[in-house]
């Protein structure tokens, strides 16, 4: 009884190394490629979820809304408007102090963002795709 490379000796030993080879990698691409179709379908589920849970807020906030005097939603809407200009002023401290060639071109209510259809995460990940950050 030999060893197991007198198995891979000669030209038929190096086409069956270079099949186990072969078959090695793509089993490992296929494996990503799903694991990368299942990230996906995952997030759309979250973004389902989330659109699902601000709709039923929204709900919930007109409903009260509507039995509240009408001084109530001038102070929500102050609030907000005082968390949008908290982040903006944020976020322009930490792109002035950590960020090379970095400008502020527009400033728009996050509501505009908010409508879109996908996630902070995914246009994030399209931004940094388009920016070539590293």
Same mark, same amino acid.
């Given at each position: !009884?030999?060893? %197991?490379?007198?198995?891979?000796?000669?030209?038929?030993?190096?086409?069956?190394?270079?099949?186990?080879?072969?078959?090695?990698?793509?089993?490992?691409? !296929?494996?990503?490629?799903?694991? %990368?179709?299942?990230?996906?379908?995952? &997030?759309?589920?979250?973004?389902?979820?989330?659109?699902?849970?601000?709709?039923?807020?929204? &709900?919930?906030? &007109?409903?009260?809304?509507?039995?509240?005097?009408?001084?109530?939603?001038?102070?929500?809407?102050?609030?907000?408007?005082?968390?949008?200009?908290?982040?903006?002023? %944020?976020?322009?401290?930490?792109?002035?102090?950590?960020?090379?060639?970095?400008?502020?071109?527009?400033?728009?209510?996050?509501?505009?963002?908010?409508?879109?259809?996908?996630?902070?995460?995914?246009?994030?990940?399209?931004?940094?795709?388009?920016?070539?950050?590293?």
């Amino acid at each position: !009884m030999g060893h %197991l490379s007198d198995h891979f000796q000669g030209p038929l030993g190096a086409v069956v190394l270079s099949l186990i080879a072969f078959s090695v990698v793509f089993l490992v691409l !296929m494996s990503l490629m799903l694991l %990368l179709i299942g990230v996906k379908h995952l &997030a759309g589920l979250i973004d389902a979820v989330k659109a699902a849970k601000e709709a039923q807020a929204q &709900a919930v906030k &007109a409903s009260k809304t509507s039995s509240s005097p009408k001084e109530a939603p001038r102070a929500v809407v102050r609030a907000q408007e005082a968390g949008d200009q908290l982040i903006a002023v %944020l976020t322009a401290a930490i792109a002035a102090g950590g960020l090379e060639n970095f400008r502020i071109s527009s400033v728009r209510p996050a509501v505009a963002v908010a409508d879109s259809l996908t996630s902070g995460w995914k246009r994030l990940s399209r931004l940094d795709n388009l920016e070539g950050w590293e």
